[in-house]
């Protein structure tokens, strides 16, 4: 069974649900996508039941705060973790390459730091490259950030099954051939768009549940999962995206809370 855990929901400012970040899982591999903005994502990784041992590969999008530090956190555990097999892969583009690895250097210990060396391997990655991980092909590609440089991805499970992460910021048509007919698309909704004038997500280079569910529509794919939102409205949050989200799409829409679980 191939599925999606998310550890993480929400943008980057959330106090009462985690960061978005999430693992993606066939039966043989666990691809870990981000992991938020600290140490919190040690407890949502104890809550799912996933162990640091199981980790061995990360793709990190961007890095921003909320998506990068939780993986120094991740790194470390690594070089800590007894009896820890194989090697730890993390994937990124230059400028994630560079944030983490400055990080690690100056603020672990010279213990951590030489086992980082015997257990971590750090993949730069190029917009388009395609490279597999476990049974997971994956392609990551520039979804041409206006803030900062981040890399979304398509993966393709054993099944066939194809998915596409747009990263946290709006959708450029520049991606379209790696994202259009995916049977998954996963898709930043800051807020709804009834609400923009209250979190202003246009001004912050965001989307809503309402172009969300424009763009699965625009883009034929089957399945919407919606994340990195707001979290003032949490307790009508999935009620109230979907139905936004509806409005112009007509596949499945899912807006899942944190440690929610998606079979894919």
Not at 28 to 55: E, S
Not at 70 to 90: P, T
Not at 173 to 196: G, S
Request: charge should be negative.
């Amino acid at each position: 069974m191939n599925k999606i855990t998310m550890l993480g929901t929400g943008n980057a400012t959330v106090t009462h649900i985690y960061n978005t970040c999430f693992t993606l899982q066939t039966s043989t591999t666990l691809l870990l996508v981000d992991a938020g903005g600290g140490n919190g994502i040690l407890t949502q990784l104890r809550k799912a039941d996933i162990q640091i041992a199981d980790i061995h590969h990360i793709f990190v999008t961007h890095s921003h705060t909320d998506h990068v530090l939780g993986v120094i956190w991740i790194v470390r555990m690594v070089a800590q973790c007894k009896g820890y097999e194989g090697k730890l892969h993390v994937y990124g583009n230059d400028k994630v390459m560079r944030v983490i690895r400055t990080i690690i250097d100056m603020i672990l210990a010279k213990k951590q730091l030489a086992k980082v060396e015997e257990r971590v391997v750090f993949h730069e990655l190029t917009d388009g490259e395609s490279f597999d991980v476990g049974d997971i092909r994956l392609t990551c590609f520039d979804i041409h950030s206006t803030k900062e440089k981040q890399y979304g991805f398509r993966a393709e499970l054993p099944d066939g099954t194809v998915l596409a992460c747009l990263g946290d910021e709006p959708y450029n048509p520049l991606n379209c051939q790696h994202i259009q007919h995916a049977d998954w698309m996963m898709c930043e909704a800051f807020c709804l768009y009834a609400d923009r004038d209250t979190f202003k997500p246009y001004e912050k280079n965001h989307s809503t549940a309402l172009d969300a569910g424009k763009l699965a529509a625009e883009l034929n794919v089957k399945n919407l999962i919606l994340y990195h939102t707001e979290e003032k409205t949490i307790a009508t949050r999935k009620q109230n995206y979907t139905r936004e989200a509806a409005q112009n799409f007509k596949g499945r829409i899912i807006v899942p809370d944190d440690l929610e679980e998606i079979e894919v």
